[in-house]
């Protein structure tokens, strides 16, 4: 089944304590983002990959890294959690390029730092 | 810059009754538009998609959504609300150029409460 998976659904977790949410797609596509959706503001990105090795910045990188070193992984790492990273986690893969492909989303990791 | 603005925060309607969801869109190339819907506690999924071959555009569970590039608009309609259709939907705009290819840029969300 075609699918994105992260893990942990849920995390509860204290200031200063890094952490790690995986990111996995099993449809050979190029193009991996992760978002933050917080009630309100709808879903914000935080970063993005086009491929191996090629991630960017999103609309709210402070206070997260990322890494895309093979096609199927895009992990979200926060160094040093902090209160207002408390929040609901999407990641989402599709094809890269131009045309009209749409994103496959996760189900989402409930992160809360306390 | 492309920008997408949803015009109610919430839209409560009677079940039976027709459902509109407004979008506005900013676009300086043409876009691609998506509406995805969001039910408590799950993830994201796509409704339905513009793909530039037809304005008129129909999706999943009885949804459609009409691109009108004179009023920068796709708005969400349904002729008959389910208390099933009860969920939160984005409004999403594509980037279709340059460096931030693919990226979406989403609206805040309309809230659909259906009363029976």
């Known amino acids: 089944e075609a699918q994105v998976t992260q893990n942990p659904r849920y995390l509860i977790t204290v200031t200063g304590k890094k952490l790690t949410v995986t990111c996995s797609q099993n449809?050979?596509?190029?193009?991996m983002s992760w978002y933050r959706q917080d009630p309100g503001l709808g879903l914000r990105q935080i970063y993005y990959?086009?491929?191996?090795?090629?991630?960017d910045k999103g609309d709210v990188p402070e206070g997260y890294k990322v890494s895309r070193k093979e096609k199927r992984n895009f992990p979200l790492i926060l160094e040093s959690p902090s209160p207002n990273q408390t929040s609901l986690y999407f990641c989402?893969?599709?094809?890269?390029?131009?045309?009209?492909?749409?994103?496959?989303f996760g189900p989402g990791t409930r992160l809360t730092v306390t | 810059a492309q920008s997408v603005t949803q015009l109610d925060s919430h839209v409560s309607v009677s079940e039976g009754t027709p459902v509109l969801l407004r979008c506005n869109y900013s676009?300086?190339?043409?876009?691609?538009l998506f509406w995805y819907v969001q039910h408590p506690n799950k993830g994201l999924q796509l409704l339905l998609k513009?793909?530039?071959?037809?304005?008129l555009v129909k999706g999943i569970n009885g949804f459609e959504a009409e691109f009108k590039k004179s009023e920068t608009s796709f708005h969400l309609t349904k002729p008959s609300a389910h208390m099933s259709d009860a969920a939160e939907y984005f409004c999403?705009?594509?980037?279709?150029?340059?460096?931030?290819?693919?990226?979406?840029?989403f609206g805040k969300g309309t809230k659909l409460s259906v009363k029976p």
């Open positions: 513009y793909t530039s071959a037809a304005t």
């Open positions: 990959s086009m491929n191996v090795e090629v991630t």
């Open positions: 989402a893969s599709s094809f890269e390029g131009q045309g009209f492909y749409e994103q496959y």
């Open positions: 999403v705009v594509r980037m279709n150029y340059g460096g931030s290819q693919g990226n979406l840029i």
């Open positions: 449809m050979n596509h190029e193009y």
């Open positions: 676009s300086s190339y043409s876009p691609s």
